[in-house]
């Protein structure tokens, strides 16, 4: 009977720990372009997302050419000193990046999303402890049928990773039909780490 009772109790905290998460946009906003810097010569049409603060740390994308290598480049910083933080793929940093800085109401721990409908969509944070970036979630792993338009949205404090059908028949491009699908993200704090929920079209 205990056992029982101890099983109950695990399933009520899970679910109470799933199904009511909230989230909060605290600061949104898209990569604009800023003036080159003699710090960086070789970088054209710089490419800064808004600041975002966490315990008194800034914390911002950058988007940039390199005209070294001739590489598009878009990396998640810490401070203006960061030697480009952390980099990530599959970004055309000429594309508008929206830039998502969301917080779990539960925990106050803040995120970092970054998409561009087109390429992949992130959510990173930083671990002061650790003192790095961690990538919590990337599109590139989750399954879709569709080939393009990733976005991460907070919808009636839910944040969710959706996938909607790829369109460019305007430039005589191929097409995909159908509704979004999406992932429902939560916060799982005994893990640290975030868990998710195939909603399908259900949000």
Request: glycine share 10%; aromatic share 20%.
């Amino acid at each position: 009977m205990k056992k029982v009772i101890l099983l109950l109790l695990v399933l009520v905290t899970f679910i109470s720990s799933t199904a009511f998460a909230s989230f909060t946009v605290v600061n949104s906003g898209y990569l604009h372009s800023v003036a080159i810097t003699r710090n960086h010569p070789h970088e054209e049409d710089i490419r800064y997302s808004p600041d975002f603060k966490e315990n008194g740390t800034t914390f911002r994308f950058s988007g940039w050419y390199y005209n070294g290598d001739h590489t598009d480049n878009i990396s998640f910083d810490k401070g203006w000193k960061s030697k480009w933080g952390f980099k990530l793929k599959g970004f055309d940093p000429y594309r508008g990046h929206k830039t998502i800085q969301i917080q779990d109401d539960a925990t106050g721990k803040l995120f970092y999303a970054i998409f561009d409908n087109y390429n992949a969509a992130y959510i990173l944070g930083y671990d002061f402890g650790l003192k790095k970036v961690i990538q919590y979630v990337n599109s590139d792993n989750y399954y879709s049928t569709y080939t393009g338009l990733k976005e991460i949205e907070v919808r009636n404090g839910e944040l969710y990773l959706i996938f909607k059908p790829y369109n460019d028949s305007g430039n005589g491009g191929s097409r995909e039909y159908g509704p979004p699908i999406a992932y429902r993200l939560y916060w799982d704090a005994s893990a640290n780490w975030f868990g998710y929920e195939d909603v399908g079209t259900d949000f």
